[in-house]
T-cell receptor
Framework: KQEVTQIPAALSVPEGENLVLNCSFTDSAIYNLQWFRQDPGKGLTSLLLIQSSQREQTSGRLNASLDKSSGRSTLYIAASQPGDSATYLC???????????FGTGTRLTIIP | GAVVSQHPSWVICKSGTSVKIECRSL??????MFWYRQFPKQSLMLMAT?????????EQGVEKDKFLINHASLTLSTLTVTSAHPEDSSFYIC??????????????FGPGTRLTVT
């Protein structure tokens, strides 16, 4: 059974800093790894999807990496802004059961 | 784009009543839709997988007689919470898989429905 963990559970950083969010998964037989953003009381916004054959994906100030062998993914946010404050979720999509398993999330606060 | 809507966005109901939540794919046909539940400050947990024209597949621990799922068309799936109780209060989110997209395994998420049972 896939288990996805995100550390830390909460993170506060001053505006302008670069930061890294971590995601680890126990079952490396994944199709893809996806990062989402969730604002309070809202649904999910897909940020980046990395296929199992890829090492990283970039979109603007966001860069996500994937290391299947170690069961890890990171989301790098450059030059953070207050608008980046949200909860960030990673999710692994597995072979076999073809299900998305979500991590516990990291609640990010960017301090102006 | 691939847009998924949910209706209602929030609902309050009395204990013992039933509530129906709709999930629609607005600009694509979705052969598979998924229903998730999210408790406060927790992550999303998959409840069931809904395939058009067939019975839903429920995750372990999810009561299929309590959470009725219908996927009658390629653009609509419904979740009915029957005989709702306060412990069913949660944020329900649906997603849809777009089979004609390049990344067949990508899911598109709805905005969620906040259910409060009093």
């Amino acid at each position: 059974k896939q288990e996805v963990t995100q550390i830390p559970a909460a993170l506060s950083v001053p505006e302008g800093e670069n930061l890294v969010l971590n995601c680890s998964f126990t079952d490396s037989a994944i199709y893809n790894l996806q990062w989402f953003r969730q604002d309070p009381g809202k649904g999910l916004t897909s940020l980046l999807l990395i296929q199992s054959s890829q090492r990283e994906q970039t979109s603007g100030r966001l860069n996500a990496s994937l290391d299947k062998s170690s069961g890890r993914s990171t989301l790098y946010i450059a030059a953070s802004q207050p608008g980046d404050s949200a909860t960030y979720l990673c999710a692994a999509f597995n072979f076999g059961n073809e299900k998305l398993t979500f991590g516990t999330g990291t609640r990010l606060t960017i301090i102006p | 784009g691939a847009v998924v809507s949910q209706h209602p966005s929030w609902v309050i109901c009395k204990s013992g009543t039933s509530v129906k939540i709709e999930c629609r794919s607005l600009d694509f046909q979705a052969t598979t839709m998924f229903w998730y539940r999210q408790f406060p400050k927790q992550s999303l947990m998959l409840m069931a997988t809904s395939n058009e024209g067939s019975k839903a597949t429920y995750e372990q621990g999810v009561e299929k007689d309590k959470f009725l799922i219908n996927h009658a068309s390629l653009t609509l799936s419904t979740l009915t919470v029957t005989s709702a109780h306060p412990e069913d209060s949660s944020f329900y989110i649906c997603s849809a898989r777009r089979p004609d997209a390049g990344a067949w395994d990508e899911q598109y998420f709805g905005p969620g429905t906040r259910l409060t049972v009093t």
